[in-house]
């Protein structure tokens, strides 16, 4: 006999056939998704980079390798061939002006001083001795001249009697010319040692002149050795910082060659390299930015240097804080070299899906989809880059590299 069904028995029934159609459907509904993500590529939001399209400023930028270096460093050398004898400081600390760093071999200078302090004496003694034999010379003429005139006085008093007795023919003609030649021998001979008085003089003068033109020569040689015996002791110039040494004692050095350096610890630039591509875009006083780690520092060009070497141009970067507290010498920093400047334009962020200049295709996200579009790029550097034409202000724009999706016209983009 049949029994009649409870309705709580068929309450249970009803919903466990309810939970078994809902069961079902949240599986069709899993494996319509599913088949729709293996039909349709897409990408998940958080798997790309999206750039919105805004109005700004905008620089287009040559980027740079730069490192930082002391605007003033003073490179320190050996004065002769010599060697290390002592060495007092160390590299990398810091030092202060005229502070001993290291102290050369100074015995050859000293023995150079001392040959050059004999020959100045020997100069000195040599212009007394001409003085000294130029004073008994012009005596010992002096006094020949004084006899010659005596001579020549005594010797006119003849002549002038000859000439009285040739007048009343009481003297001969021999007399008379004889008498007459003795007057002129004698003032031939006071003109004869007038002369020789007067050559004597400018002589010995010419070589006492010679003499002190000489002892100048080994004094200024004297100066120099000096001024060399006082860079065997090395110092500091100025205060700053000791950046590198040759510290080997008893290590030979020839002359010129370089033994330490010193750079300041607050003053410097920024030596940048960029490829000789971009040579002709460059000028001295453009405007740069010097980055280092999240830190922007301005400058300008400063200098261009004409040579390229191994394709690149090196230029000199003056910084508007050059005591900037980052810095550090011989810090590595990213240089970027402003060509051009707009103040108003649309502007996105740079990333690897924008290739440079120019027409090119991008993405832009409309609802659940990144829809490709052809844009123009204009301006840019490392940050941002100009977009001429193909979007407005408010566009989103993937900017992460999806070159494997670049082959489709749009693709699905999930939450």
């Known amino acids: 006999m049949d029994q009649v069904i409870s309705q709580d028995t068929l309450k249970k029934r009803k919903h466990r056939t309810i939970f078994l159609l809902a069961a079902i459907a949240i599986s069709l509904t899993g494996a319509a998704w599913a088949v729709n993500r293996m039909i349709s590529p897409g990408v998940s939001l958080g798997e790309i980079r999206v750039g919105e399209v805004r109005v700004g400023a905008i620089d287009n930028t040559i980027n740079a390798a730069g490192v930082v270096v002391p605007v003033h460093e003073e490179q320190l050398s050996s004065p002769n061939q010599s060697r290390i004898t002592k060495v007092i400081a160390k590299a990398g600390q810091k030092v202060h002006t005229g502070e001993l760093l290291m102290v050369l071999d100074d015995h050859t200078i000293r023995l150079a001083i001392d040959n050059l302090r004999e020959q100045i004496s020997q100069q000195d003694i040599k212009g007394q001795v001409l003085a000294m034999e130029m004073d008994a010379n012009l005596k010992k003429i002096a006094s020949e001249m004084e006899l010659l005139e005596l001579d020549l006085q005594s010797n006119k008093v003849k002549l002038a009697r000859f000439q009285?007795?040739?007048?009343?023919?009481?003297?001969?003609?021999?007399?008379?010319?004889?008498?007459?030649?003795?007057?002129?021998?004698?003032?031939?001979?006071?003109?004869?040692?007038?002369?020789?008085?007067?050559?004597?003089?400018?002589?010995?003068?010419?070589?006492?002149?010679?003499?002190?033109?000489?002892?100048?020569?080994?004094?200024?040689?004297?100066?120099?050795?000096?001024?060399?015996?006082?860079?065997?002791?090395?110092?500091?110039?100025?205060d700053g910082l000791l950046t590198w040494m040759l510290a080997d004692e008893g290590a030979s050095v020839n002359t010129g060659q370089l033994i330490a350096k010193v750079s300041e610890l607050s003053n410097f630039k920024v030596e940048a390299t960029v490829s000789d591509f971009y040579a002709r875009y460059l000028n001295p006083g453009q405007k740069v930015r010097v980055e280092y780690s999240g830190q922007i520092m301005a400058g300008e060009v400063q200098t261009i240097l004409p040579e390229i070497q191994n394709g690149t141009v090196k230029l000199i970067v003056i910084l508007d804080q050059s005591n900037h507290p980052s810095l550090r010498h011989k810090l590595r920093v990213d240089v970027n070299i402003i060509t051009e400047q707009k103040a108003r334009s649309l502007v996105v962020e740079n990333g690897p899906a924008i290739s440079g200049k120019g027409r090119q295709d991008v993405y832009v996200l409309e609802g659940g989809k990144a829809v490709k579009r052809s844009v123009e790029i204009g301006l840019g550097d490392s940050k941002l880059v100009e977009v001429l034409q193909g979007v407005k202000a408010g566009d989103r724009l993937v900017i992460s590299d999806i070159s494997h999706l670049k082959h489709l016209s749009s693709f699905r983009v999930f939450q």
């Open 164 to 238: 009285k007795l040739g007048a009343i023919g009481i003297t001969s003609a021999v007399d008379l010319q004889a008498a007459e030649l003795a007057v002129k021998r004698n003032e031939v001979q006071i003109r004869q040692h007038k002369e020789t008085l007067t050559d004597t003089r400018r002589t010995t003068q010419s070589n006492i002149e010679a003499g002190r033109l000489q002892k100048s020569i080994f004094q200024k040689q004297m100066e120099l050795q000096q001024r060399l015996l006082e860079q065997t002791q090395v110092k500091a110039p100025f």
